[in-house]
């Protein structure tokens, strides 16, 4: 008795220092404790169902494992029980830890969860060693008003296959009223229906009494473009791209649930894109390889150095040759540029997405034929210097745009006056680059122009941060063409919503504003991997959540609302594994429940996670 009263109060000195914010981590007998807001379960959609106001404001809690010191001590010496590290009291003895919880049972623990995959270098504790800290935990919060909830990582090694206890105190007139104690077990993979949990069986576990009181909500997660979506099926382990791609996620809520795995009726869902540039399949692929190659040389431009791509077009004429057919062909009136006939036939943006401008004026057809033909740097500077040449002796009077401003435009404008005052000597070193890069964001801004404004997505006004703002002048070229990309991530948000997720006009009016927003603002604008979530009418989504599998399943039951009687179910099914600081069961050689086919013939094998939560009162 004398020694689990140490323990009691060496606990509580911890405690206590967590409680005056003196410390952020501290070592208690063979367990570490330390604050955190990364719960364990974050992934999994651990939800706080607790009377903890300040925990839901903070979302801090303790978490405890296994220190990490003392578990390389015994892996070196095979498990040796003696060894301790650093403690608050070193008075206590190891055989204390298997104490219980009085008038707790681990059965009625409990809590929330949803799902996704979780990281884990979690060092986990057993499940009396769990108990054994609950009950410590609960002793301190008879004296102490104390709202930091503790969150404990277990091994699973039980019957039950427990991987997480949190507490939380409930607080109900500035006063402790009890705690609410949560459970989460995982297991699988699960290989036929029938190892399914049923709904009845759910509904009596949270209401055994009342059944018709018990009120049901349900969550779906389908996975449409991305990892673990169909076009992934068959791909094995190790074989998945390392790169990131664009991923579109589907969330689906409703409530009722009738069984588990029932397709949503009635739902509301949202959907979470994140839109990559570089995927060769998407309708923004020619439009980013124009702008990559802008990059190229706005980096160059800072470096001195310019990495070269092979040309992009598929003549075989010298670009002095490719120039002078662009020189003549203005000397003899030519406004329009030409396309060839398979431009338009192959453009993946034909139709639908930005389509290819025929009003090029002639600096923008300088750039193209430059982005596509040049080999070297002297081929930028042999152009450069031939055009200028051409406008100084007066036999070259192209048009430009009234809005170009480049300093190549200025010059053209100037050779109608014969007032050009620019030698040769005047564009050595970069200077043919940097008119270059000019020419290359004007054309690109007019292309997300036309775009933007032509599909009715937005008006002049919310696109003159990225083409035309107040101060231009004073902005660098890397950061207009910085710009620039950010304006990209807007194009490829709205061609995955048109090419991947067919969205009405509306919803993809509203996710282009979104976009434009998010990157106008000084903290996002150099995000490229910000996921945009909106909301999406139901009959827009049926056609994937009817027929796709769900990667993340969930239901949730309740009854009551507070009190000893709130008790809350939730069960969850998925096709990754939840947790991955306990072991599962083995797939013949798979790691990867997408890689076999389970499930009675679908081709799922799925994982279950049940958590269960309710209050106690132990005061």
């Known amino acids: 008795m004398r020694r689990q009263q140490q323990r009691i109060q060496s606990f509580n000195e911890v405690l206590s220092r967590f409680s005056s914010k003196d410390v952020l981590s501290a070592i208690f007998e063979d367990f570490k404790l330390e604050i955190s807001t990364n719960h364990p379960a974050k992934e999994l959609g651990l939800k706080y169902c607790h009377g903890n106001q300040a925990s839901k404001s903070t979302k801090e809690f303790i978490l405890i494992q296994k220190n990490e010191i003392l578990r390389n001590q015994e892996n070196n010496v095979n498990g040796n029980n003696s060894i301790r590290t650093e403690s608050v009291s070193s008075s206590v003895n190891d055989s204390t830890l298997n104490d219980s919880v009085p008038g707790i049972k681990v059965d009625d623990l409990s809590e929330v969860l949803e799902a996704d995959i979780v990281e884990s270098d979690m060092r986990p504790v057993s499940i009396d060693q769990a108990r054994s800290l609950m009950f410590l935990y609960s002793q301190y919060l008879r004296k102490i008003m104390f709202e930091t909830p503790i969150c404990i990582v277990c091994d699973g090694r039980d019957p039950e296959k427990t991987c997480l206890i949190e507490a939380s105190p409930v607080i109900k007139d500035s006063s402790i009223a009890g705690i609410m104690v949560t459970t989460i077990t995982s297991s699988g993979p699960l290989h036929t229906k029938t190892d399914l949990m049923k709904m009845d069986q759910l509904i009596m576990m949270t209401s ?247 599909q009715e997505l937005t008006t002049l006004d919310k696109l003159q941060w990225y083409v035309s703002p107040p101060n231009a002048s004073d902005l660098t070229l890397e950061e207009l063409v910085r710009r620039l990309q950010s304006l990209h991530q807007v194009v490829e948000l709205y061609a995955v919503g048109t090419n991947s997720l067919h969205l009405p006009h509306k919803t993809k009016w509203t996710l282009v504003r979104c976009g434009l927003n998010y990157y106008e603002n000084p903290q996002s604008r150099h995000d490229d991997d910000h996921t945009f979530t909106i909301q999406v009418e139901r009959a827009a989504m049926l056609r994937f959540y009817s027929s796709f599998h769900p990667s993340v399943w969930r239901v949730e039951a309740k009854h009551g609302s507070t009190g000893v009687d709130m008790k809350r179910t939730v069960y969850q099914v998925t096709v990754d594994k939840p947790f991955q600081h306990i072991s599962y069961d083995q797939m013949n050689g798979y790691t990867n429940a997408l890689d076999q086919t389970g499930i009675d013939g679908d081709q799922f094998v799925l994982y279950q996670t049940l958590a269960t939560s309710s209050q106690i009162t132990v005061f």
């Open 208 to 454: 055994p009494t009342a059944a018709s009181q018990c009120v049901t909500s349900g969550f779906a997660k389908y996975v449409i473009l991305g990892k673990s979506s169909m076009a992934d099926m068959s791909i094995l382990p190790g074989q998945q791209q390392q790169c990131d791609t664009t991923t579109v996620n589907l969330d689906c809520s409703w409530e009722d649930i009738k069984n588990v795995l029932e397709t949503p009726h009635g739902a509301n869902c949202t959907v979470h894109i994140k839109a990559v540039p570089g995927n060769m399949n998407s309708s923004g692929h020619r439009v980013f390889c124009e702008l990559n190659t802008l990059v190229g040389f706005a980096a160059g431009a800072i470096s001195g150095q310019i990495q070269w791509i092979n040309p992009t077009s598929s003549s075989t004429s010298s670009i002095a040759t490719l120039l002078a057919e662009l020189i003549e062909s203005v000397k003899q009136g030519e406004k329009k540029r030409i396309l060839e006939e398979n431009e338009h036939k192959d453009s993946p943006l034909k139709g639908n997405q930005i389509p290819e401008r025929d009003d090029l004026d002639f600096t923008e057809r300088l750039w193209v034929l430059l982005k596509d033909n040049a080999r070297c740097y002297n081929d930028i500077v042999s152009t450069i210097k031939t055009v200028l040449g051409e406008l100084q002796s007066g036999q070259l009077q192209p048009m430009v745009h009234s809005s170009n401003c480049t300093t190549l435009a200025k010059h053209i404008r100037a050779s109608y006056h014969q007032n050009m005052t620019l030698g040769m000597k005047d564009v050595e070193g970069l200077e043919p680059l940097r008119m270059l890069i000019e020419i290359g964001v004007e054309k690109l801004k007019r292309d997300y122009l036309a775009f933007f404004i032509g």
